[in-house]
Nanobody, 122 residues
Framework: QVQLVESGGGLVQSGGSLRLSCTASGLFLAPYDIGWFRQAPGKEREGVSCIRSSSSDGSTTYADSVTGRFTISRDDARNTVYLQMHALKAEDTAIYYC?????????????WGQGTQVTVSS
């Protein structure tokens, strides 16, 4: 069974940090671009960050709202992509999802995870 599982979410105070993980089973992540997305209550899903496959150039992109605070990385040996989040703000509160992408920014998605809740208290 192919699935992505996000973990690492939780409750954190404003200014704190969390590291989210996106681990795959039944699927090797190495050939894929991987995106992180989030959806807050009453809002549309938004892209947070994306990392190209290691076989391309492994480049990364970030939404303006998280640039300088979040870092995406991948460990293909562990079949996992990470999202390190620092200086968290209340507006970062959302369910965070990861997904395979044909190419970052194309909107062509494959497998999605079930999401992990991040709550930032002010």
């Amino acid at each position: 069974q192919v699935q992505l599982v996000e973990s690492g979410g939780g409750l954190v105070q404003s200014g704190g940090s969390l590291r989210l993980s996106c681990t795959a089973s039944g699927l090797f992540l190495a050939p894929y671009d991987i995106g992180w997305f989030r959806q807050a209550p009453g809002k549309e899903r938004e892209g947070v960050s994306c990392i190209r496959s290691s076989s391309s150039d492994g480049s990364t992109t970030y939404a303006d709202s998280v640039t300088g605070r979040f870092t995406i990385s991948r460990d293909d040996a562990r079949n996992t992509v990470y999202l390190q989040m620092h200086a968290l703000k209340a507006e970062d509160t959302a369910i965070y999802y990861c997904a395979t992408e044909r190419r970052c920014g194309w909107g062509d998605y494959g497998t999605w995870g079930q999401g992990t809740q991040v709550t930032v208290s002010s």
